[in-house]
């Protein structure tokens, strides 16, 4: 079965640099979630987006911003990158708001 | 704000045998959904099982049931026959069900850790 696709996997940015994340999700799921993993911690929500309105706010940072495009993939971008955003980003998706969020891969940030 | 505890922050289980791990969260809403995901050491985030707070009947998936005590707001997850592929990061978590495109909570995790 098709699955969340997130790119890249992993991703090398230095202090100050930006970085745009993708996010594919799983085909006729309309609903999108960003998480933020840190190293030893457990994932912390970012935001959705239900239908290309963004349905929930969690601790994103000022410096990013995200949105969901009329096909449903999403995109995460970071700007004025600091070392405490190297992290694991999860992308997950649903079908419908309700249902179970399937998690991607994520996408590995380290910050130089 | 919902929180979720888990206050075992590694656990450990011989192959074949049983084991339970505990999660406790904090609501004043009376309908949600608990979840316990997987993460092995690929980092992948897997959908163990989940349980609907109005639902009495504790959900079940093969060698992995829960027991939800809605008044104690507890969720344990037992692990029944563990494989070594068991062996991950559990996270336990939980959802708001009225508002569509909610998040997820999710506690601190528990390592578990399975011996042959």
């Known amino acids: 079965a098709a699955g969340v696709i997130q790119s890249p996997r992993h991703l090398i940015k230095e202090k100050r640099e930006t970085a745009t994340l993708k996010c594919y999700p799983i085909p006729r799921h309309d609903t999108v979630y960003w998480y933020q993993q840190g190293p030893g911690q457990d994932p912390q929500f970012l935001i959705s987006?239900?239908?290309?309105?963004?349905?929930d706010k969690g601790s994103i940072p000022d410096r990013f911003s995200a949105q969901q495009f009329s096909d449903y993939h999403s995109e995460l971008n970071m700007s004025s990158l600091e070392l405490g955003d190297s992290a694991l980003y999860f992308c997950a998706s649903s079908f419908g708001g309700y249902q179970p969020q399937h998690f991607g891969d994520g996408t590995r940030l380290s910050i130089l | 704000a919902q929180t979720v505890t888990q206050s075992q922050p590694e656990m450990s289980v011989q192959e074949a045998e049983t084991v339970t791990l505990s999660c406790t969260y904090d609501t004043s809403e009376s309908d949600y959904y608990l979840f316990w995901y997987k993460q092995p050491p690929s980092r992948q985030m897997i959908l163990v099982i989940r349980?609907?707070?109005?639902?009495?009947q504790n959900a079940t998936e093969n060698r992995f049931s829960v027991n939800f005590q809605k008044a104690a707001k507890s969720f344990s997850l037992k692990i029944s026959d563990s494989q070594l592929g068991d062996a991950a990061m559990y996270f336990c978590?939980?959802?708001?069900?009225?508002?569509?495109?909610?998040?997820?909570?999710f506690g601190e995790g528990t390592q578990l850790t399975v011996n042959p």
């Open positions: 987006f239900y239908e290309k309105m963004q349905s």
């Open positions: 349980q609907e707070a109005y639902k009495q």
């Open positions: 978590a939980y959802r708001e069900k009225e508002t569509s495109g909610s998040r997820l909570t």
